[in-house]
């Protein structure tokens, strides 16, 4: 990691630095800080949408602003706060794991944290337009989204806004690509990078990949808005939904992999040992990132629009993949000397719910079956579960795991065990009961039900339990918020950990690394040296 | 598919068991159910026996890591076998599933926002359509063939009848071709739009009425007023 | 494969179409692989221009040519700002 500091302009630590300061680790936590922000504004959206669930009835709003509610938390939660959070945990620690001093286009990955920033504000101004936010879901569903179904600028800022992200991710993905391919240190081969090094660089490709078919998507219905008959064919919608789950199905793994490969971290940490399968993990990231490029057509089973027996075959082959990543994660505990902190029980949290939605997954991998549950509660709890009980899952055991080195000081290990406990009986109280009403009969993105169907019941159970979720976050904070007024100094190495984001400072340094780094023979430098220095 | 024949005016002979959407589903979920749960279970186990026999212990110092790829090309096979079975359970019977017959009960379905209307071209004049606060009704005979003309007037809606355990969405400039089987007996249920298709989405529903053979042939005489 | 499946255009060129920007990527960012030094900046003002000015041409859209017209302006600030920040 040789670089030349040669400042342009001295440190800049004011408000103006804030604004145009490129150090990657300052840009990711600006990133973090602003998805973080949009998790708790989309959260609030989803509170206000189980107030109105509960029970039969409209209480709370009425049906336009249901519309709202939904698809603007779905957008919040998607294009605002996981894949943003996701990819800012690269722009963190990819240079950092890689003995990088500075990340490799640093003012490209500034222009990333500014257009998520300003993309999720546009979108979310359309809640102060006449006609108010953008209300055709999350997808944009088309015609639903055509200029005369659904007239106003709330739904053209909605495009603006989900444009802007997604160049966004393109361009903090382009960053963390060019650091792998340029910047490691000496000795770092590929095949000595870190697991969570190589769940970002998979993450990325796919971003890069993807990512612009979105930005097409938009800027075609923009333009179709606004008078370019585009998709007003009889191929139109259809193509509009190609374009769009071209994009729609990876980005899903965007909101995955990277938590994938921070579990795996954790879990080997935890463990006391190297990661089981090292190059078995690494040839199924890439097999699983291939394959779920051509997976998307499984969102369109009930068009008839798809081809869909080659969609269900790339769908359900998906599990050869995860169940050699769940081979891994389970192959490193066995032999370990498992410690149960914080981190570890998350990671626990999330190899047994994330199974959960990805055998619901399977299960809706199948035509037959997703005849009868696409569209339903059902799907809606599949990826709940998967982006929720999972992802967000492997997002605290990633957070509470490498909250010590970003500032130097341990989260509360009480207060951790207090938040992962509700969460876990949060999420399965409120996603239970929304397979049973998606099997039932419930469909999705509806606003109220009758009465007659009996499907209050497990409506209110579904409610009570999202309050839950609300309490764990809140707990979150308070933890946040103690530690730091109060919390334990971390040292630069409080969990015995391997990879090279623990061999410098907590916080690190500017330029990442003072000292001279660790000789790198593997993927786990830290651990090589503990065991050299026993022998 | 049976032998069906529809005779002019209602009547109908058919075999005293059909296939059908209904049975098409369980035939797959009979399969998928075990297996995930079966997957979910030796998951749950191995992770508990791991979490209990390795925990740390003073004076236990961790094992340093073995790869053993055949283990990991093992289980690749293992599961490559169960997704094959389970992708040719579903490829066969997706196949029959949307298979059409060459006749059958026709009917014309509508979807609009925010309703359905209903026509069927062998009882000409007949005409179920959504009203404010009154969904439509789908007449429908029970135990035969009936096929399904879906379209809509503007924007993306779904024909959904939970009870069949099959939905099919309904496309501008499309029309959807699809055969249902309501199983004898089934004397009403409720269809909705899964679509969604703006603000009264969720008031999209329609009621069904399988009929059985005397009532059908009533429905079929009385122009569709009263069954 | 999907070719076997479907004539459906769209749905077949979108992936190779994402191969090839793949392959553009992974070649530039193989042929970026540099030997050592650089300079590393401290802050980018043309970083948070050419955001801005994204934004107002995404926002033309909505708000009129007028937007999008200064926000194309703005860009091209920004980019020439860039390339004299690259300079040093």
Known sequence: ?535 | MGNVRLARGGGWECPLWLPGTRHDFAHVQDLYLPVAAAVFAVVLVALAFTLVRYRARPGRAPRPTRDHYAVDAGLAVVLGVVVAVLVTVTLRTNDEETALARAGFRVDAIAFQWGWQFTYPSRPGVVDRSAPGRPATLHVPAGTTVQVDLRTRDVVHAFWIPDLRFKRDAWPHKTARFDLRFPPGTAAGVGHCAQFCGLKHSDMVFFVDAMDRARFATWSRQGGRRA | ?88
Not at chain 1, 368 to 386: C, I, K, N
Request: aromatic fraction near 12%; proline fraction near 5%; hydrophobic fraction near 55%.
């Open chain 1, 1 to 535: 990691m040789s670089a030349t500091i040669t400042p342009p302009y001295a440190p800049v630590r004011s408000l103006v630095g804030l604004a145009v300061g490129t150090d990657h680790k300052g840009v990711a936590l600006r990133l973090g800080g602003a998805a973080f922000a949009f998790f708790l504004a989309g959260g609030i959206l989803a509170l206000l949408m189980r107030a109105e669930l509960a029970q039969p009835g409209m209480q709370i709003t009425s049906r336009g602003g249901y519309d709202q509610l939904f698809s603007m938390h779905g957008s919040t939660m998607i294009y605002l706060f996981v894949t943003p959070i996701a990819l800012a945990l690269g722009t963190y620690f990819v240079p950092l794991q890689v003995g990088a001093a500075e990340i490799a286009w640093p003012r490209l990955n500034l222009l990333g944290f500014w257009l998520l920033v300003l993309g999720g504000m546009i979108m979310w101004s359309g809640f102060l337009t006449r006609g108010g936010a953008g209300s055709a879901a999350w997808t944009g569903e088309y015609p639903q989204s055509a200029a005369i179904h659904s007239p106003g600028a709330g739904m053209d800022l909605w495009c603006a806004g989900v444009a802007l992200a997604g160049l966004a991710g393109i361009a903090l993905a382009a960053s963390q690509i060019a650091t792998i391919a340029g910047r490691r240190a000496p000795g770092m081969t590929l095949l000595r990078m870190p697991v969570f090094t190589w769940s970002m660089l998979v993450t990325c490709l796919m971003t890069v990949a993807s990512f612009p078919a979105l930005v097409l998507a938009m800027a075609l219905l923009l333009a179709d808005r606004h008078g370019a008959a585009i998709f007003d064919s009889a191929g139109g919608p259809a193509a509009y939904q190609n374009i769009f789950w071209f994009y729609g199905h990876p980005v899903v793994y965007v909101m995955f992999f990277p938590f994938l490969g921070a579990v795996l971290e954790v879990v080997s940490t935890f463990s006391g040992r190297r990661v089981f399968g090292y190059r078995a993990v690494v040839i199924s990231l890439l097999v699983f990132t291939a394959l779920s490029m051509s997976v998307w057509g499984h969102h369109m089973f009930t068009t008839g629009q798809v081809a869909n027996g080659y969609f269900s075959l790339t769908s359900t082959m998906l599990a050869i993949p995860a169940g050699l990543e769940y081979l891994a994660m389970i192959g490193t505990m066995v032999g370990g000397a498992i410690v149960l902190r914080t981190p570890m029980l998350f990671a626990l949290g999330f190899i047994v719910q994330f199974l959960v939605g990805g055998l619901s997954g399977i299960y809706v991998a199948s035509p037959p079956l997703d005849y009868h549950v696409h569209d339903s509660y059902f799907v809606v709890a599949h990826f709940h579960y998967t982006l929720l009980a999972g992802s967000v899952f492997g997002l605290f055991a990633a957070v509470y795991y490498w909250w010590p080195k970003v500032t130097g000081r341990l989260l509360f290990e009480r207060l951790g065990r207090v938040h992962f406990w509700l969460f876990v009986l949060g999420t399965h109280l409120t996603f239970i009961p929304q397979f049973v009403l998606g099997y039932e009969g419930m469909p999705r993105r509806v606003a109220d039900y009758s009465p007659a169907y009996g499907w209050g019941g497990w409506n209110t159970v579904s409610t009570v339990g999202a309050g839950i979720v609300a309490l764990s976050v809140v707990v979150f904070i308070v933890n946040v918020a103690l530690t730091s007024i109060a919390g334990r100094p971390a040292g630069a190495d409080p969990w015995e950990a391997h990879t090279l984001e623990w061999a410098t400072t907590s916080p690190p340094p500017r330029h990442n690394f003072t000292a001279a780094l660790p000789a790198i023979r593997s993927p786990a430098p830290l651990l090589d040296l503990r065991e050299e220095a026993i022998l």
């Open chain 3, 1 to 88: 494969m999907l070719v076997l499946w479907t004539d459906d255009v769209v749905a077949v060129v979108l992936l190779p179409g994402a191969i090839l920007v793949v392959l553009v990527v992974a070649l530039g960012a193989a042929r970026a692989r540099d030997p050592g030094e650089r300079w590393v900046p401290e802050a980018s003002a043309s970083a948070a221009l050419g955001a801005g000015a994204l934004a107002l041409l995404a926002l033309g859209a909505v708000a009129g040519l007028w937007a999008a017209l200064i926000g194309a302006g703005l860009l091209l600030l920004a980019l020439i700002a860039a390339v004299r920040e690259r300079r040093g």
